[in-house]
């Protein structure tokens, strides 16, 4: 069975100051793992997916993830926070099968001026 | 394009009434996948769709919870003498095929508030 923890469910930076926002995974084979996007009060949006091509992925806005099987994580990473990425990151793992997602519990990122 | 829409955006309905609630997916997306979002529960799986049938609907809560899919695109899921405990945003995405990797997208929501 597949399952996704992330970490921390609050994380606060300044801006200008890099983001980490934690996740690890577990999965019986190669697992596809996504993060997403909830800004407040709008739809779930792709930053980006791993899907075994390369292990370090970039997405929109700057942000990127690294895949890393002995560590078993897929943290996501910016260099620099905005004040616009302000919003609660999920990372998901894609299940075989019927293909559904299973999330994680969200990790709120509060950026500070 | 047009991405994914869901109506209604709110809706409150009165414990024990029936709803309803709608799922237009983008085009051509064959995979449709209901989700629901609730305080304390995270982003939970309900319903898969295939074209029109469901081949997984073990996320559904109780026999309470049904869902169609008709023509092969708009879907609905209709929610049977409600309980406070059905109060969430439901959330439908779409796919243009199955597989581990593609990536879903997502709709605004449905608020859902259970007097």
């Known amino acids: 069975a597949q399952s996704v923890t992330q970490l921390d469910s609050h994380v606060s930076v300044s801006e200008g100051t890099p983001v980490l926002l934690r996740c690890n995974y577990s999965?019986?084979?190669?697992?596809?793992l996504f993060w997403y996007v909830q800004h407040p009060n709008k739809g779930l949006q792709l930053l980006l997916k791993?899907?075994?091509?390369?292990?370090l992925v970039k997405g929109i806005n700057g942000f990127e993830a690294e895949f890393k099987k002995s560590e078993t994580s897929f943290h996501l990473t910016k260099p620099s926070a905005h004040m616009s990425d302000a919003a609660e990151y999920f990372c998901?793992?894609?299940?075989?099968?019927?293909?559904?997602?299973?999330f994680g519990t969200g990790t709120r990122l509060k950026v500070l001026a | 394009g047009a991405g994914v829409s869901q109506s209604p955006s709110n809706k409150v309905t009165e414990k024990g009434k029936d709803v309803e609630l709608r799922c237009d997916p983008i085009?051509?997306?064959?995979?449709l996948y209901w989700y629901r979002q609730s305080l304390g529960q995270g982003l939970e799986f309900l319903i898969y769709?295939?074209?029109?049938?469901?081949?997984?609907k073990s996320g559904l809560p109780s026999d309470r919870f049904s869902a169609e899919r008709t023509g092969g695109s708009v879907s609905t899921l209709t929610i049977q003498r409600t309980q406070q405990e059905d109060s969430a945003v439901y959330l439908c995405a779409s796919s243009p095929r199955t597989g581990m990797d593609n990536e879903q997208f997502f709709g605004p929501g449905t608020r859902l508030t259970v007097l």
């Open positions: 791993y899907t075994s091509a390369a292990t």
């Open positions: 998901v793992v894609g299940t075989s099968g019927t293909y559904k997602y299973i």
């Open positions: 085009s051509g997306h064959t995979a």
């Open positions: 769709f295939q074209g029109n049938s469901a081949p997984d």
């Open positions: 999965s019986s084979y190669s697992p596809s």
